[in-house]
T-cell receptor
Framework: EPEVTQTPSHQVTQMGQEVILRCVPI?????FYWYRQILGQKVEFLVS????????KSEIFDDQFSVERPDGSNFTLKIRSTKLEDSAMYFC?????????????FGPGTRLLVL | QQQVKQSPQSLIVQKGGISIINCAYE??????FPWYQQFPGKGPALLIA?????SEKKEGRFTISFNKSAKQFSLHIMDSQPGDSATYFC?????????????FGEGTQLTVNP
């Protein structure tokens, strides 16, 4: 069964450094998402992406964050200058089409630790 | 307005028992209500979902009950098994200004004792 994959599984970085989290959505999916989950808390929406542009973003997704689909398969989340509070599990998700009734399939996540 | 409130925070059930997790929402524009199951170190996986025009949906041991007038929905796990031990999140999608984003509840850590 097709899956969303994410790399790396774990990333440790120093505060102020840039990180890029990578995702490979399911191949025929068209909508892509990033969510984050701070340890012990609920999953929070960051951004959605469709047709090579951001379709929606939350208040968390400030100027330090950016997303890109550099080729036909990868979807990346960049944090330009990491802060301690960026430490969280970051999940990529995708859906097969823009229909609001479609399921979002989540990847296994990247655990980011900012020191 | 965009929040989804979930309870209880944790739940312990004996094997074979019924697990019940409740969620409430405010935004009447939400149009899709999924439940996700999450095991430690893994991403959320869709368990079951319901639309607001249906009052109940059953898939195997899992049932969603939906009360549109009360703006509440719940997950029932019948004949709970130790393998069901996980964190469960309710979520809601859509809304006038929220597009396709999912708004998650706080999560319920379910432990099923053998």
């Amino acid at each position: 069964e097709p899956e969303v994959t994410q790399t790396p599984s774990h990333q440790v970085t120093q505060m102020g450094q840039e990180v890029i989290l990578r995702c490979v959505p399911i191949s025929n999916h068209l909508y892509f998402y990033w969510y984050r989950q701070i340890l012990g808390q609920k999953v929070e929406f960051l951004v959605s992406f469709y047709n090579n542009e951001i379709s929606e973003k939350s208040e968390i997704f400030d100027d330090q964050f950016s997303v890109e689909r550099p080729d036909g398969s990868n979807f990346t989340l960049k944090i330009r200058s990491t802060k301690l509070e960026d430490s969280a599990m970051y999940f990529c998700a995708s859906t097969p089409q823009g229909n609001l009734q479609e399921t979002q399939y989540f990847g296994p996540g990247t655990r980011l630790l900012v020191l | 307005q965009q929040q989804v409130k979930q309870s209880p925070q944790s739940l312990i059930v004996q094997k074979g028992g019924i697990s019940i997790i409740n969620c409430a929402y405010e935004n009447t524009a939400f149009d899709y209500f999924p439940w996700y199951q999450q095991f430690p170190g893994k991403g959320p996986a869709l368990l079951i979902a319901i639309r607001p025009d249906v009052s109940e949906k059953k898939e195997g041991r899992f049932t969603i009950s939906f009360n549109k007038s009360a703006k509440q929905f719940s997950l029932h796990i019948m004949d709970s098994q130790p393998g069901d031990s996980a964190t469960y999140f309710c979520a809601a999608r859509g809304g006038e200004t929220s597009g396709s984003r999912l708004t998650f509840g706080e999560g319920t850590q379910l432990t099923v004792n053998p």
